[in-house]
């Protein structure tokens, strides 16, 4: 065992977070809810909110320092807020040789470090990460265009539930087998054969962090705290318009590495500028073992086609589809849906898409609803919920970049269908620099050959297509297949029927989706919970893996066996 390992605060770390490491493995089993991070702002004090915005104003327009990073060249920047707001950082600039030659060096500590000493670790950057949770939100807000609210939740406490979630797995799966163990096999009337036989993890080694544009911590977490929880020093390449709340976290990790007496440089930062291709170069390097993807179907397809080397997790793109067959609360699921499309602007992997709804209509407690009616209905329900632009903004956000615009004004100029309800431009009240669009809503026909085309195509951001279909068992059929050929990160129904309702689950497990049913309150298809809901299945082409199960962990490490004769 190293030395770094056996520095005093490791030990002291360990007992500090020993009894959330415990919390968390029992929530894991239990799959309740259960969070040590509060998602209230309020809940980190009365000046928290002030002292965050002030600590993210000073890390604008200045060199963003990371001590004892590799670096050469000018440093790397240009993120511009979805808000209208130059941040104007420049980041430490590293060729992949330097990055690599550095966490290679401190990979030997990392690994002998062991799992209890690696959590302990992972559960301090996190409660550090968490103690910033307002700064944070402000470097998610001014990256990815969230609302301050869904920034400050899914930016900070949410994705700190998801980096612990990845922890805790973490450690079971790498302490599933005893560290040593006796063996003795009976010889009948000979002495017994005796052994010890010792068990010991080995890290897979180096990992690629590769950062999305809209979820920098919320997707980019999971695959973090997973690798270095099971010993791999991690290179985090953040997306070049969302670099710093990557940069953030990568500067916390290195303050407790260090602090604990290992190398820094376990973690580190690969920022480039817009239009780079470092993810790829550093994606087919031979030492990166590991690599964690979020973003387009075209990039992950490329590795994990071209990156052999490595295991390879990534979460792309998918059709995300609600089938509409019957509901006791009409009025509760048209308020449900419409929030579940406005939400971050459609912005989100989890969004549903295509409202497939029968052309015969629904029943409803309010009565039978037409197709058109229930269209008009549900629009009517958006501009309900976005009538007044401040409420609007807190819910919407900002337009990301610029190809979801370009989707938005496409659906405003008719290019996918006829409009149910078109899109408007929304003012901020506090960013006059923003650029918010309302979602548009779309009816498009089954049955139609150009139409079915532009519902089998994911559409990301505000639009959303109404497809009317001949009854719901060709809906159920037509999720089916959508979720199997493109791919999906969420499926919904609403039915009063047992039989519909065992058709959707069939479909559901038979094409690999997790599937919401009837929801009319407070929890919305695009949102998961850490701990109890599992993102993604890992089972159909929108995504390999999951956040978080057993296998987004396991393959992270293999476990060596050392046997002697006792």
Known sequence: MSAAVTHPLV??????????????????????????????????????????????????????????????????????????????IGYPHSGPDALITALTAARPAWAAAGPLARAAVALEILARINARSHEFANAVMHTTGQAYPMAFQAGGPHAQDRGLEAVAYAYAEQTRLPRSAGWTKPQGKRDPLVMTKEFTVVPRGLALLIGCNTFPT????????????????????????AVLPLALTVRIAREVLAEAGFDPNTVCLAAEHEGGTVAATLAVRPEIRLIDYTGSTSFGDWLEEHAGQAEVYTEKAGVNTVVVDSTDDYRGMLNNLAFSLSLYSGQMCTTPQNLLIPRTGIGTDQGTKSYDEVVGDLARAIEGLLSDDARATAVLGAVVNPGVLRRSAAAAGGEYGELALAPRAVEHPEFPGATVRTPALVKLDADKPDDRTVLSAECFGPVSFAVAVGNTAAAVELLRETVRTQGAMTASGY????????????????????????????????????????HGTGANPAANSAYCDGAFVADRFRTVEIRRHA
């Open 11 to 88: 030990a002291e770390l360990t007992e500090r977070h020993r009894a959330t490491l415990e919390a968390a493995l029992d929530a894991a089993a239990k799959r309740d809810y259960w969070s040590p991070y509060p998602e209230f702002p309020k809940a980190y004090g009365e000046s928290a909110a002030a002292d965050g915005r002030a600590a993210f104003e000073s890390l604008l327009n200045r060199p963003f320092d990371l001590p004892g990073h590799p670096s050469e060249g000018d440093p790397v920047g240009g993120e511009a807020s979805p808000y209208g707001l130059e941040l104007g």
């Open 495 to 534: 039915t009063t029927s047992p039989e519909v309702e065992a058709a959707l689950v069939g479909a559901a497990l038979d094409a690999g989706v997790s599937l919401s049913l009837n929801l009319t309150g407070g929890v919305y298809a695009n949102q998961t919970a850490a701990f109890s809901d599992l």
């Open 218 to 241: 919320w997707n980019g977490f999971p695959g973090l705290f997973a690798s270095l929880a099971t010993g791999n020093p991690v290179l985090v390449k953040p997306h070049p318009r």
